[in-house]
């Protein structure tokens, strides 16, 4: 993983998708990032900080899905937080890349 960059660097980068992504035959906890590779150049793990449906979460590591995306993970404490489970739609803001 590269390390963190000297200053972080603003994405403002929105989309909407719901919860759930196919991983090696099973459904992960995540949000798929349409257009990744264009966005941060590659598909590399990067962290970032990013609100889900407003809520924020900061220093979260987006990783591969492995069908040519990046995906958020959006863990069990988040999704109690906001009322939504696998299938439901979120609103998701990428504000900065830290790394």
Request: no cysteine; charged share 25%; proline share 5%.
């Amino acid at each position: 993983m590269s390390g963190r960059l000297d200053q972080p660097v603003s994405l403002d980068y929105a989309f909407s998708g719901a919860i759930g992504v196919p991983v090696k035959g099973e459904i992960w906890s995540a949000v798929e990032i349409p257009g990744s590779r264009d966005v941060f150049g590659s598909l590399r793990s990067v962290r970032v900080d990013a609100t889900v449906d407003g809520v924020l979460v900061e220093d979260i590591g987006l990783m591969p899905t492995g069908s040519g995306e990046l995906m958020l993970s959006v863990s069990a404490p988040l999704r109690k937080k906001l009322g939504k489970d696998i299938g439901h739609e979120v609103r998701v803001v990428l504000l900065r890349r830290l790394t």
